[in-house]
């Protein structure tokens, strides 16, 4: 058995999974390569590092700092850096997630949700989430495709957008087209203009394939787009259809039209339900244990033990004991010994 340190590891809950999560500089390190090839300061929000250039930086970190993890824990890191400052950061997450596609199951749609509503804030970070892991999640099932098709719905600016722009990749293949026109439907009565782009973007693609029907879509939807929407949905259609739809509008300027529901109407009408928040518990020491809020953020609770690393230095416990599930009592993974009082550890960081 290797030498005993003291080291805290933390809990995480991803993907309807409990994880520890060992002592790691994972994040200090992913800054340092990225400082080394930038003058920027990530205040900006922006390493202003090229994307090629961001490639290469990945596929070296990767390589050297995070291949040698468990895909659930690659996944916690992943969150963790869509959830730091910069689009760079940003970015290397969703590339840490294309990486582990196979690993992810409908459990993990909840912390999709949670980054959605969080942790993106730009067009460009959702539709790279969108076509590099939730795309190819919808071809892989139906049961992630309808469960990201209800996006359309949530009255959220950024899953209603990543759910039109997930659902290009089986526009692209001709499946799904109804609940694409579905998601199109809900979507498009949004004044939102990354919600309304977003349709756009879909149905231009579709058009491709399903010409007549977007054009009826547009045809009796007309009223509930905006100018750049409804140019981004005509976009890819021939130009004597285009000039058709355009002349629509100025047949239509003397009729009543039904006025576009805002985002903010769209939220108090909907009212969705808000996330269950999971529950683990701090370990004080034996005898005292406190429930806390727990989500994929930092800082994570944590377990003070006495830890034996192993030979890769990865430690991880897929299921949490059942009594901590349970808030009730406390056990401790037979890998560690029983847990020490917090006083006696000093200066530690994860």
Known sequence: MSDEFVKPIHVAFIGGQYAYIPYNDVIESLQVSL??????????????????????????????????????????????????????????????LAKNLDEFTVDFIIDFERIFDNDITTWEICDGFATRVLGPLIKKSDDFAMKISVWKDSGKVWRMRASCVTFVSLAKVGAMTTLSFEIC??????????????VGCLLREMSLTFSPQVVQFITENYRFFSRE??????????????????????????????????????????????????????????????????????????????????????????????????????????????????????????
Not at 185 to 198: T, Y
Not at 261 to 280: A, C, H
């Open 185 to 198: 439907a809900a979507c498009v009565k949004s004044s939102e203009r990354f919600v309304q782009l977003g």
């Open 35 to 96: 400082r080394s090839v930038s003058t920027e300061k990530p205040a900006t929000g922006t390493y202003n590092i090229r994307s090629a250039q961001l490639q290469t930086i990945f596929d070296n970190f990767y390589t050297s700092t995070l291949s040698s993890y468990s895909p659930l824990i690659q996944t916690y890191f992943a969150y963790r850096f869509i959830a730091l400052g910069t689009v760079e950061e940003k970015k290397i997450g969703t590339m840490v």
């Open 229 to 350: 929407g409804l140019r981004y949905s005509i976009d890819k259609l021939d130009t004597v259809t285009r000039k058709q739809i355009l002349a629509m509008g100025k047949k239509r300027n003397n009729k009543e039209t039904i006025p576009v529901v805002s985002q903010s109407q769209q939220r108090k009408e909907t009212k969705p339900k808000p996330l269950e928040k999971q529950n683990v518990v701090q370990v004080q020491n034996v005898q005292q244990v406190q429930p806390i809020q727990m989500n994929y953020g930092y800082p994570q609770p944590v377990y003070l033990v006495n830890y034996y690393p192993k030979d890769d230095n990865i430690y991880e416990v897929q299921q949490i004991p059942q009594q901590i599930q349970e808030q009730q009592h406390v056990l401790i993974p037979n890998s560690c010994q029983k847990p020490i009082s917090s006083s006696s550890v000093q200066n530690s960081s994860v």
